[in-house]
Nanobody
């Protein structure tokens, strides 16, 4: 099984930046570079929403509210997924979860910041932005 562990969550002031990391370990039996991976977040009182995703071809997708401010990237050699977040505002306060589809089917990103399939999730890392 694949395990995903997020790190990098922090408490920052509005306008600040945070970089989140998601380290993958274990194996699903399929090639890591084929995984579609992404980030979702859930703020208190809100439903979970997808934020950003990146597929095996390096194509990315973002939810409208973060486009231009967040950048998702992956290091296949290190098996780490990143989310660079800039110009943060209090609306970005949430628990951020790393996700991946590890089932072996090549999966593309979908407009709006998510992969077409998801199978694995991390435990989350908290980002808090104060005004």
């Amino acid at each position: 099984q694949v395990q995903l562990e997020e790190s990098g969550g922090d408490s920052v002031q509005a306008g600040g930046s945070v970089r989140l990391s998601c380290a993958l370990s274990g194996s699903s039996g399929y090639i890591y570079s084929w995984y579609c991976m992404g980030w979702a977040r859930q703020a208190a009182g809100n439903q979970r929403e997808w934020v950003a995703a990146i597929d095996a071809d390096g194509k990315t997708s973002y939810v409208d509210s973060v486009e231009g401010r967040f950048t998702i990237s992956r290091d296949n050699a290190k098996k780490i997924l990143y989310l660079e977040m800039h110009s943060l505002n209090p609306d970005d306060t949430a628990m951020y979860y790393c996700t991946a589809y590890t089932g072996g089917r090549r999966t593309a990103v979908i407009d709006g910041g998510r992969c077409a399939r998801n199978s694995d999730w991390g435990q989350g890392t908290q980002v808090t932005v104060s005004s």
